[in-house]
């Protein structure tokens, strides 16, 4: 195989559809895949099956690769130095990733930067947690995602489960919302920062259920602010690619930070048929430190609805189906098989009605999952 | 590897834009490729090298695909006939790839169907030739592309390479035209037909330099025409997937159509980033018997300009500079070495405003061609 230009660690649906951008573009892609037909292993020929918190597989794999760069955020951050001091760009870097990590290190860098979150503390006890107050949201400082790692208490006996988890616990107040946002933003190394329009991001048992672009009726106010609260966080972390700032904006009308992610992020995907270039570009883009391109809209709205495995077990044979129903919605399948409730696809919806666009995203979202229209 | 669902024969760049999409909508392609580092065998993991002329190679490719499509019209149509009897679903089948493979029962089909074409006729002999008449354009029947079997001679002594190459020569008339136009149109074997914007095609030496979608100044009775001429085509001529009818615009405001390719062609490349659907997912759609998606326009312009090899030899190391002075233009590079005018890339700019993106196009593809700035 020919010297790629990138190394990815992490076979997911994000690194596939990085691959689709780095097509484009001309990149070429070494993969670090879980498994032999992962969802991006089946879209990358230059790719090694091993197991990402191994050191020397990391090594094999990064071996002629100038720049790294990650599906997901759990490589150990010993092993991204020791890349690094070898000679490798790994993009992020672990002083960044740190702050996606660990939610613990996350809250107290961002206060210290007087950035708006939900009232926290790490609790080692359950009379930590009493002395904090009910009700709270008690959740694993690393490896919590999609609901996963978190528990809302009104007693420190409910969460007996957490404690019994044996890690590393935080507690935040339970924020009294009226939705959730996401300010995506992409950063190079040379600095250059460019942000998405802020979205709507929908959740349901704890995952991004849909997302809407632009977030309908936000205060322009609002949506500068939470702009420039992620320029500020991708910047002040020194974050290379995208950064994903998960908001709740409050019932009385201020924005609080819930999550960081730096790496394409779901609330993002919308971006690939909606936006001038897409969260996957940029942060090819911004981890190659190349120019980065326009992320502006190219319609009104679009809406981003995820497949989740359900009733339909045969995706590629729904298919006809879906686009029979929906012939412009556009389908992402992630070559995943179906198992409950995993994010096995996304559909996209574009065009001047709001209405509209979110119901045939939902119709087709739906009889992928479900195998009949959505009501 | 797991079952493939579509076999593409060949692995040049309109293979490897296949995959893009194909990723997308979650089709698992297998590949038979020239060489084992070809354009398409860089980004499709499941891929077969070998010889496309060869039978075993074939049917070994298409073993367990029930549909195969092809990068190229050149895989001999007896092949095609015996894949067909052996349970493959050929698509375009040879009974329509005759028409794009030879030029002299192509230019007898159209006329029998009453489309216009340039006034022509089959030469055996210069004796034939001095009949037709001068000037004359003498072509192979068979097997040219991009000006390649193609001499504009003004007498039978001019006509002598043509003659020595030992081939089947048709003889045209040398179209007295305003510019080139190219409709494509996308059908299914249910019938299903839908047609992009008919553009306007400009050639430097034979090759197609850019295109502009749509064809700027066009009446919109020729565009009506032009349409209708395709589809009928499509139809008439049982085509699958992509079908592009390139033509003339004649001086006097008629339409004489010059070729016929049945796959994606560089004429439908904006639609990548300029269409709904790209020509790539509804040349997939098509084969694949799905419902066709949107061939509308997404921008009122979009110009796409071909990066031909040049000064330049490390295309990926002059995309920062491209991407620099141009952030917005898309960028499509095939994974090519770089040969003196060989299709290597092209780049698209979208836009309200055509002469801003012409402008932005030209200059674009100049910087990966020449190193400088187009003036």
Same sequence: chains 1, 2.
Avoid at 91 to 102: E, V, Y
Avoid at 200 to 206: L, M, T
């Amino acid at each position: 195989m020919p010297t790629p230009e990138l190394a990815v660690i992490g076979g997911g649906q994000l690194a596939r559809m990085m691959q689709q951008s780095a097509i484009g573009l001309g990149i070429r892609v070494r993969l670090l895949a879980e498994g032999p037909d992962v969802s991006a292993a089946q879209v990358v020929p230059d790719h090694v099956v091993g197991d990402y918190t191994d050191l020397d597989t990391l090594r094999s794999v990064v071996a002629d690769a100038p720049v790294v760069t990650f599906d997901h955020e759990h490589v150990p951050p010993e092993h991204l130095r020791t890349l690094q001091a070898e000679g490798h760009a790994c993009r992020p870097g672990p002083h960044a990733l740190l702050f996606a990590q660990d939610k613990g290190a996350m809250r107290e860098r961002l206060t210290d930067m007087g950035v708006p979150c939900p009232r926290h503390r790490l609790v080692e006890t359950p009379a930590d947690l009493e002395e904090f107050g009910f009700p709270a949201v008690v959740k694993t400082t690393r490896g919590g995602y999609d609901g996963k790692g978190v528990w809302v208490v009104r007693s420190a006996a409910e969460a007996e489960e957490a404690f019994a988890s044996g890690r590393a616990l935080l507690a935040e107040e339970l924020v009294d919302f009226r939705r959730e946002l996401s300010a995506l933003v992409a950063r190079s190394p040379s600095g250059e920062v460019r942000s998405y329009p802020v979205v709507e991001s929908r959740q349901a048992d704890g995952v991004c259920a849909e997302v809407v672009a632009p977030a309908p009726d936000l205060d322009p106010a609002l949506a500068e602010q939470a702009r420039e609260l992620g320029e500020r966080v991708a910047t002040e972390l020194d974050v290379t690619g995208i950064l994903a700032v998960e908001l709740f904006e409050t019932t009385d009308g201020r924005l609080l930070v819930n999550e960081l992610a730096m790496r394409p992020h779901n609330t993002g995907h919308w971006s690939i048929d909606g936006a001038a270039t897409s969260q996957f570009e940029n942060h090819l883009r911004g981890v190659l430190d190349l120019p980065l391109g326009s992320t502006d809209a190219r319609s009104p709205w679009a809406v981003m609805v995820n497949v989740l495995g359900g009733a339909v077990e045969d995706l590629e044979a729904q298919r006809a189906v879906v686009l029979a129903a929906e012939p412009d919605v556009k389908v992402h399948l992630y070559g995943k098989s179906v198992k409950a409730d995993r994010k096995v696809g996304h559909v996209t919806a574009y065009g001047p009605d709001l209405d509209d666009v979110l119901t045939r995203a939902r119709r087709a979202a739906a009889l992928f999952t479900e195998g009949a229209p959505h009501d």
